[in-house]
Protein backbone atom coordinates (compact mmCIF):
# COMPACT_ATOMS: atom_id res chain seq x y z
CA UNK A 1 0.00 0.00 0.00
CA UNK A 2 1.32 3.44 -1.43
CA UNK A 3 2.00 6.33 1.51
CA UNK A 4 -0.30 8.40 2.06
CA UNK A 5 1.13 12.27 0.85
CA UNK A 6 -0.55 15.53 2.33
CA UNK A 7 -3.03 17.17 -0.47
CA UNK A 8 -3.23 13.89 -2.39
CA UNK A 9 -6.51 13.08 -4.05
CA UNK A 10 -8.37 10.57 -2.37
CA UNK A 11 -9.89 8.24 -4.54
CA UNK A 12 -11.03 5.25 -2.52
CA UNK A 13 -13.11 5.76 1.11
CA UNK A 14 -10.46 5.27 4.06
CA UNK A 15 -12.61 2.06 4.76
CA UNK A 16 -15.60 0.12 3.14
CA UNK A 17 -18.16 -1.18 5.82
CA UNK A 18 -19.54 -4.43 4.09
CA UNK A 19 -21.82 -6.64 6.22
CA UNK A 20 -20.82 -8.00 9.52
CA UNK A 21 -22.34 -10.83 11.27
CA UNK A 22 -23.29 -9.72 14.87
CA UNK A 23 -23.58 -11.70 17.94
CA UNK A 24 -25.61 -9.61 20.60
CA UNK A 25 -25.31 -9.74 24.59
CA UNK A 26 -27.54 -8.54 26.71
CA UNK A 27 -30.60 -6.69 26.41
CA UNK A 28 -34.27 -8.31 25.14
CA UNK A 29 -32.16 -10.10 21.34
CA UNK A 30 -30.08 -11.41 23.90
CA UNK A 31 -28.00 -14.31 22.16
CA UNK A 32 -29.65 -13.47 18.66
CA UNK A 33 -27.51 -13.21 15.06
CA UNK A 34 -27.76 -10.01 13.06
CA UNK A 35 -26.34 -8.93 9.98
CA UNK A 36 -25.48 -4.92 9.47
CA UNK A 37 -23.82 -2.64 7.36
CA UNK A 38 -21.67 -1.49 10.44
CA UNK A 39 -18.03 -0.14 12.21
CA UNK A 40 -16.94 -0.68 15.26
CA UNK A 41 -17.92 1.53 17.67
CA UNK A 42 -21.14 2.25 16.15
CA UNK A 43 -24.65 2.37 16.91
CA UNK A 44 -27.22 -0.49 14.89
CA UNK A 45 -30.84 -0.48 15.17
CA UNK A 46 -31.76 -4.63 15.74
CA UNK A 47 -34.70 -4.73 16.45
CA UNK A 48 -38.89 -5.63 15.07
CA UNK A 49 -41.12 -3.63 14.36
CA UNK A 50 -41.13 0.08 15.18
CA UNK A 51 -37.59 1.57 16.44
CA UNK A 52 -36.82 1.83 20.20
CA UNK A 53 -33.96 2.44 21.83
CA UNK A 54 -34.06 -1.20 23.53
CA UNK A 55 -33.53 -2.54 19.82
CA UNK A 56 -30.32 -0.19 19.43
CA UNK A 57 -27.31 -2.37 19.85
CA UNK A 58 -22.98 -0.99 20.16
CA UNK A 59 -20.62 -3.01 18.11
CA UNK A 60 -17.84 -3.81 20.29
CA UNK A 61 -14.31 -4.88 19.00
CA UNK A 62 -14.66 -8.20 20.64
CA UNK A 63 -15.05 -10.71 18.36
CA UNK A 64 -16.04 -14.47 18.94
CA UNK A 65 -16.56 -17.76 16.55
CA UNK A 66 -20.31 -19.21 16.96
CA UNK A 67 -21.00 -22.88 16.94
CA UNK A 68 -21.58 -22.83 13.25
CA UNK A 69 -17.95 -21.44 12.85
CA UNK A 70 -18.60 -18.19 11.55
CA UNK A 71 -16.84 -15.06 13.15
CA UNK A 72 -19.07 -12.34 15.06
CA UNK A 73 -18.67 -9.07 15.89
CA UNK A 74 -19.91 -8.94 19.60
CA UNK A 75 -23.14 -5.55 19.89
CA UNK A 76 -24.38 -4.88 23.61
CA UNK A 77 -27.07 -2.94 24.24
CA UNK A 78 -26.43 0.94 23.20
CA UNK A 79 -28.69 2.64 26.17
CA UNK A 80 -28.45 0.13 29.25
Known sequence: MEAVRRNQ????PRHQMDERPLLL???PMDGRHWTAKV????RVFCGEGSWSTEGVYLVTDEDVVDADGVRRSVAIPAFA
Open 39 to 42: AVGQ
Open 9 to 12: YRTA
Open 25 to 27: RGG
